[in-house]
């Protein structure tokens, strides 16, 4: 489907680029939200995303799907927003997590209702590295796969399945922490 | 011990939830908008070289000819034509002020005929593309 909305708009029917703008503006923001951590700026980079995309539609070869060529510009475009504008959080330790960790998270967060599931994940998630947070969406929440990733990002393939199994152990981490920290102060 | 994939589908799942919506409404139609002014200076500049190419071709082949018949406009008199002597009078003084006496305000005049075919042209394009 992609690649016939792709012909059409290179053809110069322009209108019809509103199907990718329908179609991944989602990922697009949840990904550039998870560098930028801002509303507004995640937004912007999103549009100005769809922009450099049409300007060089011409140049994307198909050699990738049309989502991980855009996606990588979302990243970019992202990236670059974040690097002067905060630190880098990451505190936890990296070691393995234990089954035990798994299965209270597990029972934890399955017994929260759905808002609150949200806010326990985006508050983990906002504990973590721009390039973890960036990992596990890619990874988990978008369905990438390893060459995929590879491709957005940069990052070589060994790296990002290393990086990726930290990103997740520390979220299991900091998620352990927070909700058990929160059914402390229920009781 | 725990499978690996148990882990990961877990970890799928709780991500599931950081899933995040624009919330602009005008989302769509502003970037559209964008997307086809960006449309419209793509084809303006595309115009723009297009008209120049062809000005130069034309300029150039009506140079050739009238090279091929003998003939130099640089050096074009009245008494080499032989034609009314007021016309060509004419002629001649608005060849020298636009051509011998100054090439680059004929240039500036071509580029203004240019510029003028492209405002119109523009305006055409906006007439025929409205953003959804």
Same mark, same amino acid.
């Given at each position: ?42 937004? /912007? ?42 630190? /880098? ?5 990296? /070691? ?54 590879? /491709? ?36 | ?66 090279? *091929? ?18 016309? *060509? ?28 075919? *492209? ?14």
């Amino acid at each position: 489907m992609d690649d016939l909305y792709l012909k059409l708009v290179l053809e110069g029917n322009t209108s019809k680029f509103s199907y990718f703008i329908e179609k991944y503006k989602g990922m697009a923001f949840s990904i550039a939200f998870r560098i930028v951590n801002n509303r507004e700026d995640a937004e /912007e980079i999103v549009q100005d995303a769809f922009l450099k995309a049409f300007r060089s539609l011409d140049k994307f070869r198909k050699d990738s799907k049309f989502s991980t060529w855009f996606y990588r510009i979302v990243v970019n475009s992202s990236l670059s927003r974040a690097r002067n504008k905060r630190p /880098e959080l990451s505190s936890i330790d990296e /070691e393995d997590i234990t089954d035990v960790v798994v299965e209270s998270v597990e029972s934890a967060y399955s017994s929260l209702d759905l808002s609150d599931q949200k806010k326990f994940v985006h508050l983990a998630l906002e504990e973590l590295s721009i390039e973890n947070r960036l990992l596990l969406t890619l990874y988990y929440l978008n369905e990438n796969s390893i060459d995929e990733i590879t /491709e957005i990002t940069g990052i070589a393939q060994e790296n990002v399945k290393m990086k990726l199994h930290r990103a997740r152990n520390k979220m299991y981490k900091i998620l352990n922490r927070n909700l058990k920290s929160e059914i402390q102060s229920l009781l | 011990m725990m499978k690996n994939s148990n882990i990961d589908k877990l970890a799928k799942d709780i991500l599931k939830s950081s899933y995040l919506e624009i919330t602009d409404p005008d989302f769509n139609v502003t970037t559209m908008k964008k997307i086809l002014r960006e449309s419209r200076k793509q084809r303006v500049l595309e115009n723009i070289l297009l008209c120049f190419l062809v000005f130069v071709a034309v300029d150039s082949l009506i140079f050739l000819v009238l090279w *091929l018949s003998g003939l130099n406009i640089f050096e074009l008199t009245i008494r080499l034509i032989g034609m009314p002597h007021e016309i *060509l009078f004419h002629i001649e003084k608005l060849k020298n002020s636009i051509i011998e006496n100054s090439f680059i305000k004929y240039v500036m005049l071509s580029f203004g005929g240019i510029m003028v075919l *492209l405002m119109i042209i523009e305006s055409k394009l906006k007439l025929l593309e409205k953003p959804k």
